[in-house]
């Protein structure tokens, strides 16, 4: 299946400044979920925002979801070093019902400096 | 509270062995069931979703194989492997009829 992309791929902040990660998709959704991947761990689910929807916040998490440009954006507000890790968005732009397993990018890595 | 198990947490394995890779959870009925593979660097590949024992549903071709033989165990599973088989494979489960999916720990397997 084809995958949505990240933008940055890679990205490098100091401690306490907000990080912003954006993801593109192709086709129409229902919904779009951010989760985020520690080194070597399993995928966390962080956030799902529905087509409907044009923002949502969780805590120090805020996305935003433009479904007319197939894009969504992903801010983390006063990064703390424990918010390194991969982010990735996923939709279920391929798959029905939301049984048939969701399409996934290829990630933003999140560094954040001391 | 639900958990999902995974194991073994690595693996080694030469080219041409048998594969069998095991996710179980714990904490819930009748979950839909996912094997992903994530290459190093890359975002993940859904290689097989179950909805049910017995029934397995597979997106990409290859050597691999799925198998569910209880309603809470996900099995991968391979005759032969090959080095493009290596990478890092997690397990995840999600409600029926619902979008956001629980992960396993993962498996890091290496062909060599």
């Known amino acids: 299946s084809q995958q949505g992309e990240e933008d940055p791929q890679a990205l490098s902040i100091q401690e306490g400044e907000n990080a912003t990660m954006n993801c593109s998709y192709k086709?129409?959704?229902?919904?779009l979920q951010w989760y985020r991947q520690n080194s070597g761990r399993g995928l966390v689910h962080l956030i799902l925002i529905r087509s409907n929807e044009r923002e949502k916040h969780s805590g120090r998490l805020r996305v935003t979801l433009d479904t007319s440009k197939k894009s969504s954006s992903l801010l983390i507000t006063a990064s703390r070093a424990a918010d390194t890790a991969s982010y990735f968005c996923?939709?279920?732009?391929?798959?029905?019902?939301?049984?048939?397993?969701?399409?996934f990018g290829k990630g933003t890595h999140l560094i954040i400096q001391p | 509270s639900q958990t999902i198990h995974q194991w073994p947490a690595t693996l080694v394995q030469p080219v041409g062995s048998p594969l069998s890779l095991e996710c179980t959870v714990e904490g819930t009925s009748n979950p839909n069931l996912y094997w992903y593979r994530q290459a190093a660097g890359r975002g993940l590949q859904l290689l097989f979703y179950s909805v049910g024992i017995g029934q397995i549903s597979s997106e990409v071709p290859q050597n691999l194989s799925a198998s569910r033989p209880q309603d809470r165990q996900f099995i991968l599973s391979s005759k032969k492997l090959l080095l493009s088989d290596s990478g890092f494979y997690l397990c995840?489960?999600?409600?029926?009829?619902?979008?956001?999916?629980?992960f396993g720990p993962g498996t890091r397997l290496t062909v060599t």
């Open positions: 995840a489960w999600s409600w029926a009829r619902s979008y956001e999916q629980y």
């Open positions: 996923a939709t279920d732009e391929y798959s029905g019902g939301g049984a048939d397993g969701l399409t």
């Open positions: 086709t129409s959704i229902n919904n």
